[in-house]
T-cell receptor, first 112, second 112 residues
Framework: NAGVTQTPKFQVLKTGQSMTLQCAQD?????MYWYRQDPGMGLRLIYY???????DKGEVPNGYNVSRLNKREFSLRLESAAPSQTSVYFC???????????FGPGTRLTVL | GENVEQHPSTLSVQEGDSAVIKCTYS??????FPWYKQELGKGPQLIID?????GEKKDQRIAVTLNKTAKHFSLHITETQPEDSAVYFC???????????FGTGTRLKVLA
């Protein structure tokens, strides 16, 4: 039981490049989340998926797109990276019976 | 929308002393309040949570208290140990939404 896994762990992009951050969970949770973490700002919600096939915007969705490929996988795409998207990105899934969120180890992204 | 404020931003205590971290929230509809511990280079991990129908909850050296009238909740760690050193986040969730709003974090240092 690996929990929530994220790839890659680190990534450096140039402004304007695109990339997809991958997330998968093996806990059979319906709900999945993408957050970004910036110094002094806590975690901010980018996108949310209540179940396979559904997604919804969070607090800071601009510049991002998501895909809930199936129940296990929830990917985050940056179409044209900007320096303001330099951050640590966390994926999480939620156990609906307890409201507990389980976080992945994060992806540290730097946009030059 | 919901807003969560967390204090202090940094806290240093001597090993064996107690540590208290406080959070206030703005939305009276919020009814679930988790606390997360984040170690360096890792994702946040739930350490304790409390729901709005309970005033206090304990788990060994960790306790959380909730004052619904004042809209604040606190994390108490007793007999602190060096391994308690980490960043701690509070959060609040409105039962009618999927959003978890996080505080900005407290860096706790336990001095041996």
């Amino acid at each position: 039981n690996a929990g929530v896994t994220q790839t890659p762990k680190f990534q450096v992009l140039k402004t304007g490049q695109s990339m997809t951050l991958q997330c998968a969970q093996d806990m059979n949770h319906n709900s999945m989340y993408w957050y970004r973490q910036d110094p002094g700002m806590g975690l901010r919600l980018i996108y949310y998926s209540a179940s396979e096939g559904t997604t919804d915007k969070g607090e800071v969705p601009n510049g991002y797109n998501v895909s809930r490929l199936n129940k296990r996988e929830f990917s985050l795409r940056l179409e044209s990276a900007a320096p303001s998207q330099t951050s640590v990105y966390f994926c999480a899934s939620k156990d609906s019976s307890t409201d507990t969120q389980y976080f992945g180890p994060g992806t540290r992204l730097t946009v030059l | 929308g919901e807003n969560v404020e967390q204090h202090p931003s940094t806290l240093s205590v001597q090993e064996g002393d107690s540590a208290v971290i406080k959070c206030t929230y703005s939305d009276s509809a919020s009814n679930y309040f988790p606390w997360y511990k984040q170690e360096l280079g890792k994702g946040p991990q739930l350490i304790i949570d409390i729901r709005s129908n309970v005033g206090e909850k304990k788990d060994q050296r960790i306790a959380v208290t909730l004052n619904k009238t004042a809209k604040h909740f606190s994390l108490h760690i007793t007999e602190t140990q060096p391994e308690d050193s980490a960043v701690y986040f509070c959060a609040a969730r409105d039962s009618g939404t999927y959003k978890y709003i996080f505080g900005t974090g407290t860096r706790l240092k336990v001095l041996a």
